[in-house]
């Protein structure tokens, strides 16, 4: 019976080819866009679930009371770390980190910098990375070791055994190595390529020694957290929040509440709101697992509405069947087969499509995803919901053209009424529903992104560089910003505790004037050196800036500072900043340092003579870019001869915060465009078919002097009717969705009517491009042939 069903439904695809393409092509480009969404989605649920009893691995981040609002941070005290050794029985091991950055690794002649990771030595105990050699529980034991990756370990000693030997650490001290670690995979949140052991911070850094033994309220590092096997996060809770400050008088520590935040929700879940993760790139992952839904529903949308308003083709042959004993379920099934058929065409050549499109894609996410051939896990759920989408699209033409009755159609009384047509209408007007949806939200993401592009940024970036000093760059920082300025390659010179284009720190002011009790503001802070504001271009807008090392006892705000703590004439007012009291000398004009969609933060800029961790420098308006990087390379070469010359340009980064709503904006349009175009399929193919339905009609006006023009509207304006309902009613829909949307952002556009115009001329344009070819090709074909039977 089954061979019988598959037998018919290929005769039949064979003898409508134009309409079995249409829908073979239609379902193939909406699976397509389905099957690589959703293989990006899994991908992204996937971080970091690889590593064992990943369920009981956490973050300790911490929840800052700030005046009635709860801030969260990641960053935290070693105090606190070894307060959770000590006090948390149910924590199996904790380990305390600075943040993954650059390096100088040096062998012999090699020199790399290198992103990694300084860290607790249970750190490979608790992310049970696979090591290739080395013990989890030996290679961090030593302060100085050093654990590398594989491409690490290459980079720095070919194919020679890596482990023994020893790796030059920023020009200071010979590490040894214990360990080779395998590669980390993509979906891993952490990605560095080399582990250091705390303990050597400890051993090499008095700071770190202080504080140790200082307060809770040294915010400046992360801590991980492993709980034993059985602990839940919810039995550590109480216990965690109640935990001790010794500090009765620390503001900072007194209002911070800690939490733990599961690995499992790390990559998706970064937005806290009221101290608890509840968004973040988790909301784009269902926007687009939303968006291939509605892509191959549109398909399934014209596989229905072709294979229905076909009926006639097919009644005949359904009274034929009835007549000689089929029943209807045989019936059903027959048209299921068929559905079945074409839906698994369509998917073997998505499957090509995906293929061809996974380099661009993953070009254009920066992910490496791949269709995983040797799962069968994956052919498993393909196959599924191949047979789901071949339900979804067959049941209503299968039940439908199973309902009709043996004597009419035998009689020829098949022709549908008005009202027929009906259900195959508003399946169209979903269809352009979704489509228009789409097309509205790609102008508005990419109204938001130019929108946050133009606004001020309250510095200049242009031509600014910023590089990572090492100790070498800032023990000859002086002798270096003298020649580079003396040369006239750089216009000024500075360095600070973070880059132009972030805030690494963030710390509460003690007292100001004015501070009401319980009162607190957490703000942004950095050290900063001479020339700060000038390299950076950041007009004072009142006092001035720091000029020689008798500021150290002096302090500026930015603006947004200064209004939070409402103090009126802000010049020589004292404030108290962790226990030091300090003078106000300027108030320096907001500069977008962090986020170009949100308020810029309240900012604490604190004066120290000595070079800070980052350079930053302007290129000289006379220098093309490209001539100053040679004569800046022979430079630092010859200051930090040690390691290569690194940089980064302030634009770049700037322009890289927007990197997230550009990839929105341009997913969003290749998928609107895809939509629109499977629904231009379908509406290719019912208009071909209306034609072809009023084929003696045409003629019949032609004979009687009708235009092609008036012929031509005729055939159209049902199809223009629908699309305009169509926009009518994605508009309101999409207006609710985008205002929520823009809700998560303080810097915004409105939305106005110009967008909802434009999406709708373009849908309608696109429509009559459409359907006119078909309608012209019928409005200008011989009345006599139509005519010739009559």
């Known amino acids: 019976m089954l061979r019988n069903y598959l037998t018919i439904a290929w005769r039949t695809m064979l003898k409508s080819k134009g309409y079995s393409t249409l829908n073979i092509l239609g379902l193939a480009i909406g699976m397509a866009v389905a099957l690589l969404i959703g293989l990006w989605a899994y991908n992204e649920y996937s971080y970091d679930r690889f590593l064992p009893d990943y369920q009981q691995l956490y973050q300790v981040r911490r929840n800052f009371n700030s005046n009635g609002d709860t801030l969260n941070f990641t960053t935290t005290s070693l105090k606190l770390a070894d307060a959770l050794r000590r006090q948390i029985p149910e924590i199996q091991y904790v380990a305390e980190s600075e943040y993954t950055r650059p390096h100088g690794l040096k062998v012999g002649e090699k020199k790399l ?42 980079a720095l000693f070919g194919m020679t055994d890596a482990v023994g030997k020893t790796v030059r650490f920023d020009n200071s001290h010979d590490l040894k190595v214990t360990g080779i670690l395998k590669n980390l995979p993509a979906n891993s949140s952490f990605q560095f390529k080399y582990l250091v052991p705390f303990s050597y911070e400890d051993a090499t850094d008095s700071n770190i020694r202080a504080e140790r033994t200082g307060g809770f309220g040294g915010n400046g590092y992360e ?33 911070s509440a800690v939490v733990f935040q599961p690995l499992s929700r790390w990559h998706l879940y970064s937005n806290y709101e009221n101290g608890k993760d509840n968004g973040g790139f988790i909301d784009y992952v269902h926007l687009f697992t939303l968006i291939g ?37 045989d019936l059903v099934l027959q048209f299921l087969t068929e559905s079945a058929l074409l839906t698994f065409i369509a998917f073997f050549i998505a499957l090509i499509f995906v293929q061809i499109a996974l ?18 896990t994956f052919w498993g759920m393909a196959i599924g919901c191949v047979f789901i989408t071949a339900i979804a699209a067959g049941s209503r033409p299968a039940f ?31 269809q352009f529903s979704c489509s228009i949806a789409l097309i509205i939200s790609t102008i508005i993401v990419y109204q938001q992104i130019r929108y946050a592009r133009e606004r001020p940024t309250g510095y200049s970036i242009d031509r600014l ?158 220098l093309a870019t490209s001539d100053a990087l040679t004569r800046l390379t022979a430079i630092f070469n010859k200051y930090n001869p040690a390691y290569p010359y690194t940089y980064a340009f302030a634009d770049q980064e700037y322009a890289a915060k927007f990197k997230l709503e550009e990839l929105v904006g341009t997913l969003s349009g290749i998928f609107a465009g895809l939509a629109i175009f499977i629904s231009c399929l379908g509406l290719f193919g019912l208009a071909a078919y209306v034609a072809e339905q009023r084929t003696k009609e045409i003629g019949i006006r032609k004979v009687l002097g009708a235009s092609i023009s008036g012929l031509w509207l005729m055939l159209s304006k049902d199809f223009i009717v629908l699309v305009g309902i169509s926009c009518l009613v994605a508009s309101p829909v999409t207006f609710y969705f985008l205002r929520h949307w823009l809700q998560q952002y303080s810097y915004r556009i409105d939305i106005g009517i110009g967008v909802f115009v434009l999406a709708s001329g ?22 006599t042939k139509s005519l010739r039977s009559e």
Request: a positive charge; aromatic letters at 8%; proline letters at 5%.
């Open 113 to 154: 910098y290198l992103p990694g990771k300084i860290t607790g030595s249970d750190f490979l105990k608790m992310f049970q990375y696979p090591l290739l050699q080395g013990n989890a529980g030996e290679v961090l034991k030593d302060p100085y070791s050093i654990v590398l990756t594989e491409d690490a370990a290459k």
């Open 223 to 255: 801590v991980f957290v492993k709980l034993k096997p059985g602990i839940a996060y919810a039995q550590v809770a109480p216990k965690i929040r109640g935990i001790e400050w010794t500090e009765k008088n620390n503001t900072n520590a007194m209002l």
């Open 293 to 329: 839904i509605l892509v191959l529903l549109i398909a399934c949308i014209n596989f229905v509405n072709l294979t229905t308003a076909r009926s006639e083709k097919r009644a005949k042959e359904v009274g034929v069947r009835k007549a000689i004993g089929s029943e209807r379920k």
């Open 359 to 376: 380099v661009p894609f993953n070009t254009l996410t920066g992910g490496r995803i791949g269709i995983p051939f040797s799962s069968g």
């Open 400 to 430: 439908y053209l199973s309902a009709f009755q043996a004597v009419k159609v035998l009689k020829g009384a098949t022709r549908p009424g008005k009202t027929a047509a009906l259900p195959r209408q508003i399946l169209v007007v979903l």
């Open 465 to 622: 560089m910023m590089t990572y000093a090492n100790d070498d760059l800032q023990h000859g920082f002086t002798g270096m910003r003298n020649e580079l300025l003396q040369k006239g390659i750089v216009e000024s010179i500075t360095t600070a505790t973070s880059p132009a284009t972030e805030i690494y720190w963030h710390s509460d002011v003690d007292r100001w004037p004015g501070k009401r009790a319980g009162e607190t503001i957490e703000m942004g802070a950095m050290y900063v050196s001479d020339d700060y504001f000038k390299t950076l271009n950041i007009p004072m807008q009142q006092g001035r800036a720091y000029t020689n090392s008798a500021d150290t006892l002096n302090v500026i705000f930015n603006e947004t500072a200064i209004r939070r703590m409402r103090i009126k004439d802000p010049v020589n007012q004292l404030v108290t900043f962790q226990g030091q009291q300090l003078r106000i000398i300027g108030v320096a004009k907001d500069a977008l340092m962090v986020s170009p969609f949100a308020p810029a933060d309240p900012t604490i800029f604190l004066y120290d003579y000595h070079p800070q961790s980052i350079l930053m420098y302007r290129l000289s308006r006379h």
């Open 762 to 783: 373009l849908a309608l344009l696109i429509t009559l491009a459409t359907i006119s070819f078909q309608a012209i090709r019928a409005a200008i074909a011989n009345p």
